[in-house]
Nanobody, 123 residues
């Protein structure tokens, strides 16, 4: 299983950003996935994800500013960040799991991880 993130880069405060997570040997339909970020000097934190039943999950601190979705035919999951702020600067990674029932915010529960994509927000 391989997950590859893309779409990161340098963006201006207030812009929107869409990150992609492309999967090989893994399907998002029926399996859970999660987006995680790690800012400089901070621990990783769950941002949003999709449960094995297809239900979206968004961290409380991101609600209103994020949309998570997936395109099963393209084996791609998306994370849209609306109105980015400098504090959104981080490495964003996606992870998936084939046995998880539902969804988990515990990062240790996830099996397959991508390498991450850097997002830098300038003020």
């Amino acid at each position: 299983v391989q997950l590859v993130e893309s779409g990161g880069g340098l963006v201006q405060t207030g812009e929107s950003l869409t990150l992609s997570c492309i999967a090989s040997e893994f399907v998002f339909d029926g399996n859970a996935m999660i987006w995680v970020r790690q800012a400089p000097g901070k621990e990783r934190e769950a941002v949003a994800g999709i449960g094995s039943d297809g239900s979206p999950h968004v961290a409380t601190f991101m609600k209103g500013g994020i949309t998570v979705s997936s395109d099963h035919a393209k084996r791609t999951a998306f994370l849209q960040i609306h109105n980015v702020k400098p504090e959104d600067t981080a490495v964003y990674s996606c992870a998936g799991d084939t046995v998880m029932n539902g969804f988990s915010r515990y990062l240790e529960a996830w099996t397959y991880w991508g390498q991450g994509t850097q997002v830098t927000v300038s003020s």
